[in-house]
Structures are given as structure tokens and as C-alpha cells.
């Protein structure tokens, strides 16, 4: 009996070890308690959602426009996501002879009073918020320093922010293209969801990078990492000999602080330190030699959560940055979106992905946090 009941408290031990740990990293599931995310379904009324609606070098008209059929565009979707303040943009490709572009705004009841004419010369090559200017802040393609994402010349976007009166809801759209010649094509209709500040509670926390993880390689906070790619130069030194050097890019991450509040804002810092060539010193000693810059980098916005798609969403509207001895601040007043992408949440740690293309080439990169 003795050994029957030590095996059985030591199955029960296991046992409650187990549920120990299991707690642990279970996750409240009621992960939006506030009811958050259910401000997503109102319906907003669409003159009132026109007039929060700025676009650069648009005219507002009453009345809508007639659709003559005789000129034709390509959309290849019908819902999007926008966010409070910093909007949505309206990607799509231009036909021959573009000269213009009508939206309006519907709902079940009907058509807005007025539309927005937005000539040609008010839009750009597609752009996606995020590359609205350069990447800047952490969540950016750092490995190659390569910049903005490769943009599809053949396509146009308009860029729609919005004013503080358009908050969470939903409304659609309806877009045509027009020519110079007067000829209108069929609408297009698109439905937007604008997202709520905050969604899950479960992020509401400090948390502290501990490793990136770039082409299946894993890079650890305060471990260097070298970029693979290259290049070859000449280096005039100063004793009149000239020699091809090879550059490389070399930085390291030292750490990143992430806080996430329950009204939706956030907060995150991260110092990083790059390698660059000393062309001076380099050019008198005819070698290769680097200098270590400090960068300090200071992004303060909202953060949205999406639960059909488990994405992360920050909006910076803020931000310090600190860099070769010099600070510069700004406060964006649009918003900037920092980073958009999937994240992987447990009790204690959280995993967000980012997926950039160069060269038509998909890189994907993952941050991995811990709850501090």
C-alpha cells in the first residue's frame, strides 16, 4: 500500500506541476474585456465621416457623379482597414489617360451628399502608409539598410487621413476613375473597418526584445550581426596609393523596452549601435577602418489589435531620435504606421512578424519578446 499511495502522490505532484505550468502561459479568454473591438461594428454616418475626411488637392461637390461605363480601372478588393487620425489609402491601377478619380461614401440607407474629385495630379505611386517617408524606428528592414518596400510603378494611391471627429466604425465607399474626355467608369465599392485603439488586454504589459530572428538566422539582443551583402569601393589613401576595399554593415541591437497601455498607447525605446567606415582614418592608414554610431530611438502612438487576423497595428505619432550626437523630434500629426504585422501572444512572451519585399523577394523577420 505505502508504494501505491507514494506513486500515486507522485502522479499527483506531476500532475499539479503540470496544471502549474499550464496556468502559466494560459491566457485570460476574455482578452477584450472592455468591449473594445465591438466599437469596429457601428455603422458611422457617412456625411458626417466626409466631413472628417481631408485629402490633399481634392474638391468636395455635392451631388454624385453619372458613370458613363466608357473607361475601366482594376481594384482587387472590396474591405480594408483604416485607423483613427492616420486613415487608409486607396490603392488601385490607372488606366490609359487617367485624369482623376470620384469617391464617395455609402451605407445601407444610401450615398453621402457629396463626393471628393481628386484630379491625377493629387496622387502618387502606391505607397502603403508605412513608406509614406522613409522606414524609420526599429520595425524597418535594417539587414541591408534597403529603405522603402519595392513599389509597383504601374499603380496609384490616394491618401485619405482623417480628423478627430471619424473614430472606431465602419463605412464603405464607392470609387470611379475618369479621363479627359469626359468618360466616367462603373464604381468599384470598397467597405473600411476603422479600427478601434487597443483590443487585447493580454499585451497590456513591459516587454523587453530578446531576439530577431531575419532569413532563419537568430540574432540575440547585444550580439553583433553582420549583413551577408557587401560592396566594393575605392579608397584614395593618403599616401597617393589607391586600393578596392570591401564595406560591409555591421550593427547590433542592445535593447528595446515595448509598453503597451490599456487605453491603446504605447511607448517604446530601443538603442542600437551600427558600424560605419571611418574614411578619414581610413584613407591615412590605406585599410579598412570602422566607427561605432549610437542611435537612441524613442517612438510614442496607438496601438490596434486585430482578432480576425491576430495583427498588430502601431500608429506613431511621436517620436525622439538621437544619432551621431544629434537629436531630432517630431510629432506627426496624421500618424505614421510603424509597423503592421502578425503577432503570437502567450502569458509571457509575445512574437510579432514582419514580412518586406525587395526585389520581389519576400524577407520575413520575427521579434521575439519577454514580459519584464
Given at each position: 500500500?505505502?508504494?501505491?499511495?507514494?506513486?500515486?502522490?507522485?502522479?499527483?505532484?506531476?500532475?499539479?506541476?503540470?496544471?502549474?505550468?499550464?496556468?502559466?502561459?494560459?491566457?485570460?479568454?476574455?482578452?477584450?474585456?472592455?468591449?473594445?473591438?465591438?466599437?469596429?461594428?457601428?455603422?458611422?454616418?457617412?456625411?458626417?465621416?466626409?466631413?472628417?475626411?481631408?485629402?490633399?488637392?481634392?474638391?468636395?461637390?455635392?451631388?454624385?457623379?453619372?458613370?458613363?461605363?466608357?473607361?475601366?480601372?482594376?481594384?482587387?478588393?472590396?474591405?480594408?482597414?483604416?485607423?483613427?487620425?492616420?486613415?487608409?489609402?486607396?490603392?488601385?491601377?490607372?488606366?490609359?489617360?487617367?485624369?482623376?478619380?470620384?469617391?464617395?461614401?455609402?451605407?445601407?440607407?444610401?450615398?453621402?451628399?457629396?463626393?471628393?474629385?481628386?484630379?491625377a495630379n493629387a496622387t502618387s505611386g502606391v505607397y502603403n502608409k508605412v513608406t509614406k517617408t522613409a522606414k524609420k524606428g526599429f520595425f524597418t528592414n535594417k539587414k541591408s539598410a534597403k529603405g522603402n518596400l519595392t513599389a509597383k510603378d504601374e499603380d496609384t494611391s490616394i491618401d485619405v487621413n482623417f480628423g478627430a471627429e471619424?473614430?472606431?466604425?465602419t463605412f464603405c465607399y464607392v470609387i470611379c476613375v475618369y479621363d479627359g474626355q469626359g468618360n466616367i467608369s462603373a464604381p468599384s465599392e470598397v467597405c473600411v473597418t476603422v479600427e478601434s485603439w487597443g483590443g487585447n488586454s493580454n499585451l497590456v504589459a513591459d516587454w523587453e526584445l530578446t531576439k530577431e530572428i531575419y532569413d532563419?538566422?537568430?540574432?540575440?539582443?547585444?550580439?553583433?550581426?553582420?549583413?551577408?551583402?557587401?560592396?566594393?569601393?575605392?579608397?584614395?589613401?593618403?599616401?597617393?596609393?589607391?586600393?578596392?576595399?570591401?564595406?560591409?554593415?555591421?550593427?547590433?541591437?542592445?535593447?528595446?523596452?515595448?509598453?503597451?497601455?490599456?487605453?491603446?498607447?504605447?511607448?517604446?525605446?530601443?538603442?542600437?549601435?551600427?558600424?560605419?567606415?571611418?574614411?578619414?582614418?581610413?584613407?591615412?592608414?590605406?585599410?579598412?577602418?570602422?566607427?561605432?554610431?549610437?542611435?537612441?530611438?524613442?517612438?510614442?502612438?496607438?496601438?490596434?489589435?486585430?482578432?480576425?487576423?491576430?495583427?498588430?497595428?502601431?500608429?506613431?505619432?511621436?517620436?525622439?531620435?538621437?544619432?551621431?550626437?544629434?537629436?531630432?523630434?517630431?510629432?506627426?500629426?496624421?500618424?505614421?504606421?510603424?509597423?503592421?504585422?502578425?503577432?503570437?501572444?502567450?502569458?509571457?512572451?509575445?512574437?510579432?512578424?514582419?514580412?518586406?519585399?525587395?526585389?520581389?523577394?519576400?524577407?520575413?523577420?520575427?521579434?521575439?519578446?519577454?514580459?519584464?
Amino acid at each position: 500500500m505505502k508504494k501505491v499511495n507514494v506513486f500515486l502522490m507522485g502522479c499527483l505532484a506531476i500532475a499539479a506541476l503540470s496544471c502549474s505550468k499550464d496556468d502559466e502561459n494560459k491566457l485570460d479568454s476574455n482578452s477584450d474585456p472592455e468591449g473594445v473591438n465591438e466599437l469596429e461594428e457601428v455603422l458611422l454616418d457617412v456625411n458626417a465621416v466626409t466631413g472628417g475626411i481631408s485629402i490633399d488637392g481634392a474638391t468636395e461637390v455635392q451631388g454624385s457623379p453619372v458613370p458613363t461605363g466608357d473607361i475601366e480601372f482594376s481594384l482587387d478588393y472590396d474591405k480594408q482597414t483604416a485607423f483613427q487620425t492616420n486613415g487608409f489609402d486607396i490603392e488601385f491601377q490607372a488606366p490609359e489617360g487617367f485624369a482623376g478619380a470620384y469617391v464617395q461614401l455609402k451605407d445601407e440607407n444610401g450615398i453621402a451628399d457629396s463626393y471628393f474629385d481628386i484630379p491625377a495630379n493629387a496622387t502618387s505611386g502606391v505607397y502603403n502608409k508605412v513608406t509614406k517617408t522613409a522606414k524609420k524606428g526599429f520595425f524597418t528592414n535594417k539587414k541591408s539598410a534597403k529603405g522603402n518596400l519595392t513599389a509597383k510603378d504601374e499603380d496609384t494611391s490616394i491618401d485619405v487621413n482623417f480628423g478627430a471627429e471619424v473614430t472606431a466604425g465602419t463605412f464603405c465607399y464607392v470609387i470611379c476613375v475618369y479621363d479627359g474626355q469626359g468618360n466616367i467608369s462603373a464604381p468599384s465599392e470598397v467597405c473600411v473597418t476603422v479600427e478601434s485603439w487597443g483590443g487585447n488586454s493580454n499585451l497590456v504589459a513591459d516587454w523587453e526584445l530578446t531576439k530577431e530572428i531575419y532569413d532563419g538566422e537568430t540574432i540575440n539582443v547585444g550580439e553583433e550581426y553582420c549583413d551577408e551583402d557587401t560592396y566594393t569601393t575605392s579608397l584614395s589613401c593618403d599616401s597617393g596609393e589607391t586600393k578596392e576595399v570591401v564595406i560591409e554593415y555591421c550593427y547590433t541591437t542592445d535593447n528595446l523596452v515595448m509598453n503597451f497601455k490599456s487605453d491603446g498607447s504605447y511607448e517604446y525605446t530601443y538603442y542600437d549601435t551600427s558600424k560605419s567606415l571611418d574614411w578619414d582614418a581610413s584613407e591615412q592608414a590605406c585599410e579598412t577602418i570602422y566607427e561605432e554610431e549610437e542611435e537612441i530611438y524613442n517612438s510614442i502612438g496607438k496601438w490596434a489589435y486585430n482578432e480576425e487576423e491576430s495583427k498588430l497595428t502601431l500608429v506613431e505619432f511621436e517620436y525622439t531620435e538621437t544619432y551621431d550626437g544629434e537629436t531630432y523630434s517630431e510629432i506627426e500629426e496624421d500618424g505614421y504606421l510603424a509597423f503592421d504585422g502578425e503577432i503570437t501572444i502567450t502569458s509571457n512572451t509575445f512574437v510579432i512578424s514582419e514580412t518586406d519585399t525587395y526585389d520581389g523577394e519576400e524577407e520575413v523577420y520575427e521579434y521575439h519578446f519577454n514580459k519584464k
